[in-house]
């Protein structure tokens, strides 16, 4: 089902729209416009994913026992010190 409405432009976004109509690039300014808010969709879904396995991996490691801290020593290592351990597991 589509639904027709009306959208305004700025001059500079209408001339892009047209440009990419005479190319071929799309059959019109109305599917060009769709094809733009069916990436804002997509780009907000995996955002949303993304923010989604941050918030779980968060939680996973508020739930990590204080046993299992690395403590640091010097700051100035610290990734050589990570690497360390992570090649001794």
């Known amino acids: 089902m589509t639904v027709k409405t009306a959208v305004s432009f700025t001059e500079r976004h209408h001339q892009f729209a047209k440009q990419k109509v005479q190319e071929g690039s ?3 300014v109305s599917s060009l416009v769709a094809q733009g808010i ?8 995996e955002r949303d994913a993304v923010l989604s396995g941050m918030a779980d991996a968060i939680k996973a490691r508020m739930q990590t026992p204080r046993s299992e801290f690395i403590e640091m020593d010097d700051m100035d290592t610290m990734f050589d010190d990570i690497r360390e351990r992570l090649r001794s597991r």
């Open 26 to 28: 799309c059959a019109s």
């Open 38 to 45: 069916e990436k804002l969709m997509l780009e907000e879904q």
